[in-house]
């Protein structure tokens, strides 16, 4: 990076251009409610002969002058080279460029016809004056812009170098003229792509917060993917071998790199993209939009599409039909991406290097798998994690917290975590309670211990500066160990968070590990505490920098700002100049709240030794290798109650599985009816918490009613119920880099009705979530892909087809089908998963259209460190075929003292009734329900931790 002082700034950044549609045949561009578009309107009956012939003269004055407009812009579009001084050859190579293929060459608002052309860009405003396209570039880039071109090359099995040299200026400040490309065979599912200035050292993501994989033998000779460049004129593709698909073209646009800009831009094999947070928007992007998704870290309620709490550089693209691949920018400084019809995307950073991975899939599943063997396996969470969580800022006392949660208990509501918020603290100063209000804290989580529950309590990341010396061990320790954020070489940044002047620790800086695990110790001496909620991480600032203001340099105002929401990067954060260990915060500050969770998760392991429990707002891709996330300040509206479930899913795919919204909304009231809706689907969240603000009414599920309790208390105990499944979902993941919560089109590769539906989900592969969205309804349509499908509630056969349906839908109860093939473990619940885990376990059998089912169960203790590590757990597969359901363990590491037995067994799908039932070779009693085609074993006693063979006849 270029010191500051040598930089110069640019215009202001862009602001979407409105221009208008070029051809009214482009239907897809259209924009309904553009005010450019009217209904047509007849005149009013009773017009005199003078209004008539005024409203005709006035008519056809103003087809003459749109008809000379439209002369105008078509002489100018079409003789614009005549009168200007590109040549005719640059002009042959703009007209052929259709508008969806058209990408920016000059992303400011003051974009003028001159300074497009000494660019050496096309210009060529949309000529159709009535309709409206929301950001069509006027100013674009040639088919033959010149840029780097291939000097030297060199090339091994494993690896091929370029050095790439431009002659030519881009109009960007301090471009890098010399470029090292690094094309790594790494696996042969990943190609990892570098470019670099071989000649000055620049930010890289640091390894010690992100890991970073090496390469395996098998890419040598088993490559699905084959690499392709141009020399001349330099371009990439890379092309998947079996097929030749192209799913990566850089032929398009303009490579650029510059020390605060770099652009790199790229055709994609299809308009199905996912991916790209942290964004509150539907889970399929619409490309005809031509959506700009901004990575930036920022603290502010969600809202549609603007940058959000954290920063998710990594896409999946379905091709068809049936196949996906992905791509993912190890890149933490601010961040645009620009989704364009062609179908293509274009990258912008404001620093950094460009480090690129591409996935080849085939399947979304395997995309995320290998996503994740670059980034971090998730973390397995600790058994109660998974239970529900009651929480709201402001309690107000620990007298208060006990009653919400005895209010709770009482109505038989299944509970495992009750929550702090900030209120608990003294003066909002970390690692201190108030001996006022919460006084009784001690006491209380000793009886919510003695109750089987846990606790979790806010920290937030900025330390107090206001307390006298000697009276604040979190600020002198660490004035002592030198570990905060400097805003130069000596003085540290000051800013305001709650308890009035800050400093912020430089989590990047290694002794702030030690800093953080003294403090937390320290706290945990006091309260013992289980979790940790990690709050205002993005960094929050409640003034714009620091209480002093920032520098006037190209670090605070580049040269090209990402469309943030507050248009300035130090909106409500630090000074982009600040200075931390792993460089300036202009670089790190996507990565502030994922350095903070490391240190956090590596001090509760110190201080537990068991698993940490952490939940953090602020995430960035490995993140879930230590904490979940919490979808932030969402509001008590049926839309965010909508957008939740997108959001989920995008987690799940960038590898944070242990993922949730806080339940009935945490700004505003919430209804009784939208409160109720939401516990429903709440309880399919991965991280299941009833949350909300201050200065609300209640809403912890006794809060609403008999109704309410009732309803909240039947969906809670099927996920309870459901607790071994979910967990061996979580095994998994953990493992092998898989979903939890997973969109329909993970498990229907070749159906595209599944590419966009959000409104439904599944767990794993077995169980699909059809929940309520709407006010007033009590009906509900549910896409069923073509699989067997039985209502969980009854084992009914709802569909053996792809087809939609409407189903009931009362407001007690959410629709939960379970899909044919996949076997569901589950245990008797209670209303807490320490008593849960004493009980007797049970299987939901449904088969599929061959009679075929399998299923799998982990079970280990629930809280110690490394168990799959270690292989201290169990791991139990149930197959079923030819109406004999099996058990094959793999591993019996794992035995609790309760034992595991096995006390029902439910077989959905059995179309002819049996006459006899075995387990073992001896006959048992069973049920057989003759409309549900549902075959019951109950009242056995089968040990796990041994085989067993249950046949019928």
């Given at each position: 990076m270029m010191p500051a002082d040598k930089m110069e700034a640019e215009p202001v950044p862009l602001n979407d251009i409105e221009p208008f549609i070029e051809d009214a045949d482009d239907r897809d561009l259209l924009i309904s409610d553009s005010p450019y578009v009217r209904s047509k309107r007849l005149p009013p009956r009773g017009l005199?002969?003078?209004?008539?012939?005024?409203?005709?003269?006035?008519?056809?004055?103003a087809v003459l002058v749109l008809f000379s407009v439209f002369l105008m812009i078509l002489t100018r579009q079409w003789d614009f080279a005549a009168t200007h001084t590109p040549s005719v050859d640059i002009m042959s190579s703009c007209h052929h460029i259709p508008e969806g293929r058209r990408f920016d060459c000059y992303p400011y608002s003051n974009a003028t016809e001159e300074k497009c052309l000494e660019r050496g860009c096309c210009w060529r405003p949309v000529a159709n004056p009535l309709i409206v396209r929301k950001s069509v570039p006027y100013c674009y880039y040639p088919s033959d812009y010149k840029g780097y071109a291939v000097e030297e090359m060199s090339e091994t099995d494993t690896e091929t170098r370029l050095v790439l040299n431009r002659s030519t200026e881009t109009g960007y400040p301090d471009e890098v003229m010399k470029l090292l490309v690094e094309v790594i065979y790494e696996t042969s599912e990943r190609l990892h792509i570098k470019i670099t200035d071989p000649e000055n050292e620049r930010y890289e993501v640091p390894t010690e917060l992100v890991r970073r994989p090496t390469a395996t033998d098998s890419a040598t000779t088993k490559k699905k993917y084959r690499f392709e460049f141009t020399e001349e004129r330099f371009s990439m593709k890379v092309i998947r071998e079996d097929t030749g698909l192209v799913l990566l073209d850089t032929d398009h646009g303009a490579f650029i790199y510059s020390d605060q800009f770099i652009q790199l831009s790229t055709l994609l094999p299809s308009q199905y993209i996912y991916g790209l947070g942290e964004h509150m928007s539907k889970l399929l992007y619409t490309l005809n939009t031509w959506d700009v998704l901004t990575m930036w870290d920022v603290d502010r309620p969600p809202i549609p599409d603007a940058n959000l709490y954290g920063s998710y550089p990594f896409y999946i693209n379905m091709e068809t039909p049936g196949t996906a691949h992905g791509f993912l920018l190890m890149n933490s400084n601010g961040l645009d991406v620009i989704l364009q019809p062609a179908p293509a995307i274009t990258w912008r950073a404001i620093g950094g290097i460009l480090d690129m991975y591409i996935?080849?899939?085939?399947?979304?599943?395997?995309?995320?798998?290998?996503?994740?063997?670059?980034?971090?396996?998730?973390?397995?969470?600790?058994?109660?994690?998974?239970?529900?969580?009651?929480?709201?800022?402001?309690?107000?006392?620990?007298?208060?917290?006990?009653?919400?949660?005895?209010?709770?208990?009482?109505?038989?509501?299944p509970l495992d975590v009750q929550w702090n918020d900030i209120d608990y603290m003294h003066e909002y100063l970390d690692f201190e309670y108030s001996m006022n209000r919460y006084k009784e804290l001690p006491q209380l989580i000793d009886e919510l211990h003695g109750l089987g529950q846990h606790y979790v309590l806010m920290t937030d990341p900025a330390i107090s500066a206001e307390q006298p010396s000697g009276e604040y061990p979190a600020y002198d320790r660490g004035v002592e160990l030198d570990i905060f954020v400097k805003m130069n070489d000596t003085a540290y940044l000051i800013g305001e968070v709650w308890p009035g002047k800050t400093v912020y620790p430089d989590f990047t800086n290694p002794d702030s590990e030690t800093y953080w695990t003294e403090m937390m110790a320290d706290l945990h001496t006091k309260v013992d505490f289980d979790g940790v909620w990690l709050d205002m991480n993005e960094p929050t600032n409640m003034v714009d920098g620091s209480v002093f203001g920032c520098q006037d340099n190209t670090m605070e105002h580049p040269v090209y700002l990402p469309h943030v929401v507050d248009d300035n990067l130090y909106t409500k954060t630090l000074c982009m100049s600040a200075q931390q260990k792993s460089g300036l915060h202009y670089d790190v500050h996507n990565l502030y709240g994922h350095s903070e969770l490391l240190r956090t998760s590596r001090a509760m392991t110190t201080i537990r030794q068991k698993r940490p429990f952490i939940i953090s707002r602020s995430t960035f891709s490995s993140s879930g290798r230590y904490a979940g996330h919490w979808l932030g300040d969402n509001k008590s509206m049926w839309e965010y109650l909508v957008s939740s479930i997108p959001e989920i899913l995008n987690f799940n795919m960038f590898g944070i599985p242990l993922v949730g919204a806080d339940i009935c909304g945490f700004d505003k009231n919430a209804t009784s009816e939208l409160c109720q809706r939401w516990h429903q689907l709440g309880a399919f969240y991965p991280f299941a918490r009833n949350h909300n603000?201050?200065?609300?009414?209640?809403?912890?599920?006794?809060?609403?009613?008999?109704?309410?309790?009732?309803?909240?208390?039947?969906?809670?105990?099927?996920?309870?119920?459901?607790?071994?499944?979910?967990?061996?979902?979580?095994?998994?993941?953990?493992?092998?880099?898989?979903?939890?919560a997973r969109p329909l089109f993970f498990e229907f590769l070749d159906d595209e009705d599944t590419y966009d539906i959000d409104r439904q989900f599944l767990w794993g592969a077995g169980l699909m979530i059809t929940p309520v969205l709407e006010k007033n309804v009590k009906k509900v349509e549910a896409y069923f892909p073509d699989a067997l499908w039985y209502d969980y509630y009854t084992g009914y056969l709802v569909s053996s087809e792809a087809q939609v349906l409407l189903l009931n839908a009362p407001i007690d109860t959410i629709n939960l089908h379970v899909r044919g093939g996949v076997i569901l473990p589950y245990q008797h619940p209670e209303v807490t998963t320490t008593a849960s885990r004493n009980n007797d376990f049970g299987l939901i059998v449904p088969l599929d259209e061959n009679g075929i089912a399998s299923g799998v169960l982990y079970w280990d203790d629930g809280d110690s460190l490394n168990t799959t590590e270690d292989s201290g757990y169990t791991l139990i597969r149930f197959y079923c075929a030819d109406n004999i359901i099996s058990s094959h363990l793999e591993s019996i590491a794992y035995e609790p003292s309760s034992g595991m037995i096995l006390g029902v067994v439910e077989v959905y799908g059995?179309?002819?009734?049996?006459?006899?039932?075995?387990?073992n070779g001896s006959p048992e009693h069973f049920d057989y329900n003759q409309v549900a085609k549902v075959l019951n074993v109950t009242g056995i006693s089968v040990n796990l931790m041994t085989p067993f063979v249950i046949s019928w006849i």
């Open positions: 005199s002969k003078i209004t008539k012939f005024t409203f005709s003269l006035f008519a056809f004055i996935f080849m899939g085939p399947s979304p599943a395997d995309v995320v798998r290998q996503y994740i063997e670059v980034v971090g396996h998730p973390i397995l969470p600790p058994y109660w994690g998974l239970g529900f969580h009651l929480c709201r800022w402001n309690y107000g006392s620990a007298n208060r917290t006990r009653f919400i949660n005895e209010r709770n208990r009482n109505a038989s509501i603000s201050n200065n609300t009414i209640d809403q912890d599920p006794a809060a609403f009613g008999q109704e309410m309790i009732e309803s909240t208390r039947k969906v809670l105990l099927i996920r309870y119920k459901l607790l071994p499944y979910l967990y061996t979902l979580f095994f998994e993941a953990h493992t092998q880099g898989s979903t939890v059995v179309n002819t009734q049996p006459t006899e039932v075995t387990l």
